[in-house]
C-alpha cells in the first residue's frame, strides 16, 4: 500500500500523491526564479493542497517529510554515486519507456501514484529508452580502444548529459541576501 496521508506534529494530513504533482515539486525546487521560501510555499501547496498552512517552527519538519516523500521513502544518492537520471529532463523519455515496455499511455492515465510511478521506472527493460540513455551515461570512454569510436561515445555522452542546475554567482547571493534582510526571509543558498 502507497502512502496516502503524512503525519506532522502528531496530526494526519492527505496528500497529493499523483506523480505529476511531484514532478510538479521538482520543477519547483529546481526554479531559480523563485526564492527558498517560495519554493517550500510552493512544495507545501502542492501536497497538502491550498487549504493546509503550517507555522514556521513546523517548516524543517515538514520539508523533512516531503523530502523522504519524494524519495520515496529511501535515502539520498551517497556523493560518491554518479547521477544518471533526471525526473525532469528524461521525463519524455520516461514516458515513452513505460509506454514501450509496459503499453501504459500515462497522458491518459487520470492518477498514478507517484510510488508506482518510480516502481514502473525501476522495473523498465535494459531496452528501453531510458535504459539505454543511462546506460550510455555511465559507460566509460577508456574502456573503448578505438578512438573514433571513443570519440562517438563522449560526444554522445555530452549531449544527454544530466544538465547541472546553475549555480548562483557571488554577486546572485549577496542580492539574495540583501533581499532577504529586507522581507526578513531566509537565505539558505
Not at 509496459?102 to 510511478?117: D, G, T
Not at 521506472?121 to 573514433?148: A, F, Y
Not at 555530452?158 to 529586507?182: C, M, N, P
Request: some cysteine; charged content about 35%; glycine content about 4%.
Amino acid at each position: 500500500m502507497y502512502p496516502t496521508k503524512m503525519e506532522i506534529n502528531g496530526k494526519i494530513y492527505n496528500i497529493n500523491t499523483d506523480y505529476r504533482v511531484a514532478l510538479a515539486c521538482f520543477r519547483a525546487i529546481q526554479d531559480d526564479e523563485i526564492t527558498e521560501l517560495e519554493k517550500y510555499y510552493a512544495l507545501e501547496t502542492l501536497i497538502f493542497g491550498k487549504d493546509v498552512c503550517f507555522n514556521m517552527e513546523e517548516k524543517p519538519i515538514v520539508i523533512e517529510k516531503i523530502i523522504k516523500y519524494l524519495r520515496c521513502g529511501r535515502e539520498e544518492n551517497t556523493p560518491t554515486e554518479e547521477i544518471d537520471y533526471d525526473y525532469l529532463q528524461d521525463e519524455i523519455d520516461t514516458r515513452t519507456s513505460i509506454r514501450q515496455c509496459y503499453h501504459i499511455n500515462l497522458n491518459e492515465m487520470k492518477y498514478l501514484h507517484w510510488y508506482e510511478y518510480n516502481e514502473l521506472i525501476s522495473g523498465l527493460t535494459e531496452d528501453s529508452l531510458i535504459s539505454q540513455i543511462r546506460e550510455i551515461r555511465n559507460k566509460d570512454p577508456q574502456e573503448i580502444q578505438d578512438e573514433k569510436e571513443r570519440t562517438k561515445l563522449i560526444e554522445l555522452q555530452k549531449r544527454i548529459a544530466i544538465k547541472k542546475k546553475h549555480k548562483k554567482t557571488e554577486q546572485e547571493k549577496e542580492l539574495d541576501e540583501f533581499w532577504d534582510k529586507i522581507i526578513g526571509g531566509e537565505n539558505n543558498d
